[in-house]
């Protein structure tokens, strides 16, 4: 608007380009400082763990020159910050290295499992917001009685509950039993190889080319480990939502709405969950973030392909390179969520514009 | 003008909070008729002249519960009137404004779009038709630029400003009744004035009846016809503005002594000796 009305439409826009390239500039510096240091705890960590990545390569009976010419070819007899030094040069190239475990470039690993995490962490959050934030809602409307009993049982359910066992507890009920849902695994054995993978997303992939039996299929494996994750982002967002929503309600714009005769409906879904959906935006990115380091323990019940499991076998493993990168991913999909839910916040709250 | 019922009666209003501490009143007793005319409710923090206020438009916050002789508007019974009704009436025929517009008005919502909504909330009416009426009442409020305050977030408008905007949505139905709860508190002294004058302008042209309640005796007693003192939830005295001078009720006089004089030196400056009899 202020470009409109300065009369130097053109110097205005120019100027708010650059303003914006500037902001641009900082951002990104930023992400690369964050992405660094992430990196660098991450690589001194894994070298001074007590695992030695070379026996995990050569095995525990090699003679010792052979452990020591495999030791030089994985640079580990150089000093530590320039081990350090070739790795992220590596990285700025493209290269994550190569998986001791499953002798691919780690990069190539990361591109497979990432999209299995990312489709079931989507779905999760997703769940998890729809019902979980108009459960708080009503939680708050309705304070003191059942709906917000309700809402505070089924969130110290999901808090307290231990998600392997309920994620054994469905498959036992939902699979096993009833039949409902498909196993464990992204799709049955039969439709597995059916797909060429474009983005990785099995859904996603399915939709793309029009594959509606392997969408269904992939639906029904994904919906119970999803619905799983998204219990458990329910619980956190319905409850946050519950205390925004109290607080909201009690500020004065309220009462002015109320004197200007505006329905109740309005005023709780138009006037306090608009002004509570700012802190919520970080609670639902939190919440997303967190599902997205991949939940081992979910993944490793629902023999889910996804990223928490593949960190998870190669630090077992002193598979350093794969933890390397899967690390440098979640740093790099925590930074990109963090800009979205700034980007986000500068849409909903026009003070931090 | 013809003899006509008084626009707002109360007789015997109690507003009581019942906590788990024990129950707290508010209100106590308090009777007093309006018509389209100014009445002053005067008091000091506690003294429950807002909660009066709330308990005739029908928001007294939850736990607390309003008992009356009677408390009618127009002739309508506040205290049995359907919900809905009562609703149609705020916004609609009875308003308020409050104190500080840093609060009173939604921060993520434009001016406008407050204004609109208030008015569609009680008109049929288009967005635009709306928008018109909106900007003309931001005129009446002396905006300079009507529709760069109708665009305006509230963060991004002044205190004045946000009054006087605040004042203009709470009028843009054309209401007949205004309570102003401390409406110049929170402002700077030098728009005090100013948006007094507004307020003073409107609601003589639309021959509003209004209750403002100030803790400031001198202020209220040069704006309003009558006042009401109250003190510990209860009515001490009420009487003509004029008659302030020649009040009665040892609580009135406390007041007014406390008023420091310009000329002359009053060391030390009295204070206010408060009887527990009154409010028994």
């Not at chain 1, 990361?110 to 962490?121: D, N, Q, S, V, W």
């Not at chain 1, 919906?223 to 909201?248: C, D, H, K, Q």
């Not at chain 2, 009562?86 to 407050?114: A, E, H």
Request: charged share 20%.
């Amino acid at each position: 608007m202020s470009s409109v009305n300065s009369g130097y439409e053109g110097g205005g826009r120019t100027r708010a380009l650059f303003s914006g390239l500037g902001a641009i500039g900082r951002v990104l510096s930023m992400v690369a400082i964050t992405i660094l240091g992430l990196l660098a705890v991450t690589f001194f960590i894994s070298r001074v763990v007590p695992i030695d990545p070379v026996l995990a390569v050569v095995g525990d009976r090699a003679p010792p020159h052979v452990y020591e010419r495999v030791r030089e070819e994985m640079g580990l007899h150089l000093p530590v910050w320039q081990q350090f030094a070739i790795y992220v040069t590596n990285v700025l190239s493209g290269d994550l290295g190569t998986s001791v475990l499953t002798s691919r470039p780690v990069a190539q690993d990361i591109a497979r499992y990432f999209p299995a995490t990312l489709e079931l962490a989507t779905l999760g959050t997703l769940i998890g917001t729809v019902l979980g934030v108009p459960l708080g809602v009503l939680a708050a409307v309705r304070r003191g009685h059942f709906i917000d009993h309700l809402v505070r049982v089924v969130g110290l359910v999901g808090y307290s509950a231990p998600i392997f066992w309920l994620g054994l507890l469905g498959l036992l009920v939902f699979y096993a039993n009833l039949g409902w849902v498909g196993g464990p695994g992204r799709l049955d054995i039969s439709y597995e190889y059916m797909l060429t993978p474009v983005t990785g997303m099995v859904l996603v992939d399915a939709a793309l080319t029009g594959d509606w039996a392997v969408f269904r299929n992939a639906i029904s494996h994904i919906v119970l480990p999803a619905s799983l994750l998204g219990y458990f982002s329910l619980a956190y967002i319905s409850r946050m939502t519950r205390s925004f929503m109290l607080n909201e309600l009690s500020q004065e714009y309220i009462i002015t709405a109320r004197v200007k005769g505006v329905s109740e409906q309005r005023i709780i879904w138009g006037h306090a969950l608009r002004n509570a959906l700012v802190p919520l935006i970080t609670v639902i990115a939190l919440s997303y973030a967190h599902l997205l380091e991949g939940s081992v323990l979910t993944e490793t019940v629902f023999a889910w392909p996804g990223l928490g499991r593949y960190i998870t076998n190669s630090l077992q493993n002193a598979d350093m390179s794969a933890v390397l990168g899967g690390t440098l991913v979640i740093g790099v999909v925590f930074v990109a969520i963090n800009i979205l839910s700034d980007l986000l916040y500068r849409l909903f709250d026009p003070r931090t514009r | 003008m013809k003899e006509q019922a008084p626009l707002l009666e109360v007789e015997n209003l109690n507003v009581r909070f019942h906590l788990r501490t024990g129950t707290v009143e508010a209100v106590r007793g308090v009777s007093f008729s309006l018509g389209r005319e100014r009445l002053g409710i005067v008091g000091e923090s506690g003294s429950g002249k807002s909660q009066t206020g709330r308990a005739i438009l029908g928001l007294t916050p939850p736990p607390g519960e309003i008992t009356a002789d009677r408390l009618t508007f127009d002739g309508i019974d506040l205290l049995s009137i359907p919900r809905r009704q009562l609703r149609n009436l705020r916004g609609g025929r009875m308003t308020m404004v409050m104190q500080d517009p840093k609060y009173s008005l939604n921060p993520v919502m434009t001016i406008g779009d407050q204004m609109i909504e208030a008015y569609r909330a009680h008109k049929r009416a288009s967005r635009k038709e709306a928008r018109e009426k909106a900007l003309e009442m931001l005129e009446a409020v002396q905006m300079r630029n009507p529709g760069r305050v109708f665009s305006l977030y509230p963060h991004e408008a002044s205190g004045g400003m946000g009054q006087r905007a605040m004042i203009a949505m709470m009028l843009v139905t054309d209401p007949d009744f205004l309570i102003a709860d401390e409406p110049t508190s929170a402002l700077d002294v030098t728009v005090q004035q100013e948006v007094l004058r507004i307020l003073d302008r409107l609601v003589a042209e639309r021959g509003m009846g209004l209750i403002f309640v100030s803790h400031d005796l001198r202020l209220v007693s040069s704006f309003c016809d009558r006042v009401l003192v109250m003190y510990g939830g209860k009515v001490m005295e009420e009487l003509a503005s004029g008659d302030l001078e020649s009040a009665h009720h040892p609580y009135t006089r406390g007041l007014m002594n406390c008023l420091p004089a310009l000329e002359g030196s009053a060391h030390p400056l009295p204070t206010l000796r408060r009887d527990p009899a009154w409010t028994e």
